[in-house]
Every structure is written in C-alpha cells, then in structure tokens.
C-alpha cells in the first residue's frame, strides 16, 4: 500500500491550494486519514483529520480556512486550503491507518510531502 500526495506549489498570501492524496491496493479498508505538515526547522504537526464516517478535526489556526474531505471509493483525502498565510508554507504530508483486510493486518502508511510555499 502507498500514498501519492499531489497538489502543492507556490500561491500568494490570500491564494489557494487543493491538496489529494490516494491510497493505492483496494484491499486497504482504511480508517483514519491525516493530514499532517512540517516547516524547517520545526516539529511535524497534525493539520486535519479525516475518519471513514466523516468525523473530522483541525488545529485551530486552520479552521475556518482548510477543509479536510475524502472519497472512500476513491481511497482518496483532499485537504482544501484557502486564505492561505506565509506560516501556512510547509511540507505537506498524508498519512493514512486502516486494515488490509485479506490479511487482517493494522497498517500505517505515510505519503511522500508535497510541498506548499506561501510568499507574502
């Protein structure tokens, strides 16, 4: 199972951003999907999350601007972002825990970053 995260790039102060994020392997029933973000030179923070019934959360510097969704027949999670602020330039990375169901095995898998700069 991987991730493919997509999306990212360079957007003035004010500007906007979707970020996807598909799971690969059908067989990967997944539960939670995250999205999580590092800037240099800081820790790597929880953005927003995702459950498979739609329950979601967000830090609260993004609420109000981010809205997480997902398509769980497309395995997929978008992070929508707009007013986006110089502190918002990071690297972006999915993260996604589920059962491979053939196997009946707990996964945890992490997407490559994609990365968001945001010039003022």
């Known amino acids: 199972v991987q991730l493919q995260a997509s999306g990212g790039g360079l957007v003035q102060a004010g500007g906007s951003l979707r970020l996807s994020c598909t799971a690969s392997?059908?067989?990967?029933?997944?539960?939670?999907m995250v999205w999580y973000r590092q800037a240099p030179g800081k820790s790597r923070e929880l953005v927003a999350a995702?459950?498979?019934?739609?329950?979601?959360n967000s830090i609260d510097s993004v609420k109000g601007r981010f809205t997480i969704s997902r398509e769980n027949t497309k395995n997929t999670v978008y992070l929508q972002m707009t007013s986006l602020k110089p502190e918002d330039t990071a690297t972006y990375y999915c993260?996604?825990?589920?059962?491979?169901?053939?196997?009946?095995?707990?996964?945890?898998?992490w997407g490559q970053g994609t990365q968001v700069t945001v010039s003022s």
């Open positions: 993260y996604a825990e589920g059962i491979v169901v053939q196997q009946y095995k707990y996964l945890e898998v």
């Open positions: 392997g059908s067989d990967f029933d997944i539960n939670r």
């Open positions: 995702i459950t498979k019934s739609g329950y979601t």
